[in-house]
């Protein structure tokens, strides 16, 4: 029922997007980032200082740089309601991660291509 919904949701809304999963995990010893479209992907570990929050973010942004189309819109699916929830409330104030995050959505934006995150 599930994946029923989530396709028919695909299809109608997004029938046109290219679709990129992103995500990120943190453990004492690691952080780590990974993003995937159909058969490319990504995956790195970065300095373990930063929060599950900046890996998350840092995720969508590495998937825009890696597996972006160029002429297509995006679908980026995060599990990352932090990051969703600080793009909603942006301002002066947001980390820079999220505001090099939202650099990279009005650059496509700038060239009529979209992206949208769920």
Known sequence: MIKAFFEETISGEFQDYFIIATDASKSHIYTSIAGTLNLRSFSFRIHPINSIFT?????????????SVPDSD????????????????????SPKVILRLVHKILMRAKFNKKIALV
Not at 55 to 66: T, V, Y
Not at 76 to 92: C, E, W
Request: with cysteine; hydrophobic share 55%; proline share 0%.
């Open 74 to 93: 995006l679908l980026i699916l995060t599990d990352s309601s932090s990051v969703l929830q600080a793009l909603k409330n942006l301002s002066i104030k």
């Open 55 to 67: 890996a998350e973010a840092l995720a969508i942004c590495q998937a825009i740089d890696d597996l």
